[in-house]
């Protein structure tokens, strides 16, 4: 019986790695560019086997050259950290804007964060926040917090307490600990918002519920007082 990919998919999903990892490679050796990405996530993230990044760039070098978005994403990711590959900060940008045009909201993330806080050469903090704003209206999270960064201290766009608020909620909203922390020091604070102490605790214990630790000793200092 021929196997599709979103039936090895479904067994990947369920953790049987064994199993998934014999029906994607005949898959991926038909040029199954889905099947090519997926055994990169195996390979990277050591899913059945110990991890193995030269494999993880062979397979998403072949899905990325087949303009799967995901692949092209985790291929940026290995040239940005040096993974199975010699570090390309520029190969990096590459990758990621493939997949960025393709409204894959990470890429679009990792593109805009490359400008923002990559290598001196290649700082552009206009093309940060386009690339920023492309994947915050998506809703990543992360590229909201930046946001916010960038409006709190004027970095490339005015500064504005009102849109590093809406930012920081946003963020704080779509589960990012940063944010919600950020957020949970302006209403203990009282800065730019009416000082809220219950509100602060909320933000802080959201925070604290993902073990993100400046929350957990701000909790604590706020139950003291």
């Not at 692949?71 to 590959?85: K, M, P, S, T, Y």
Request: net charge negative.
């Amino acid at each position: 019986m021929v196997t599709t990919f979103e039936q090895a998919l479904t067994i990947y999903e369920s953790k049987d790695y064994t199993r998934a990892r014999r029906l994607l490679v005949p898959l991926a050796e038909q040029g199954d560019a889905r099947a090519q990405a997926v055994l990169g996530d195996m390979c990277l993230d050591g899913h059945g086997a110990a991890p193995d990044n030269t494999a993880a760039l062979q397979y998403y070098r072949a899905a990325a050259e087949a303009n799967e978005p995901h692949a092209q994403n985790r291929l940026g990711h290995l040239f940005a950290e040096g993974l199975g590959v010699a570090r390309d900060p520029e190969a990096a940008m590459v990758w990621f804007e493939k997949a960025a045009h393709q409204s894959h909201a990470m890429a679009q993330y990792n593109l805009g964060f490359m400008y923002h806080c990559g290598p001196v050469e290649v700082r552009d903090l206009q093309a940060a926040q386009y690339w920023y704003e492309k994947a915050s209206a998506q809703g990543y999270a992360a590229a909201q917090y930046q946001l916010a960064r960038m409006y709190a201290t004027g970095q490339g766009v005015p500064a504005s307490s009102k849109k590093t608020l809406f930012w920081l909620n946003a963020a704080a909203q779509g589960g990012w600990p940063e944010a919600q922390d950020k957020l949970g020091f302006l209403y203990e604070s009282g800065g730019d918002v009416e000082q809220d102490w219950v509100e602060a605790r909320h933000w802080y214990e959201r925070a604290a519920a993902s073990g993100y630790g400046p929350s957990l000793f701000k909790l604590g200092h706020l139950h003291r007082r």
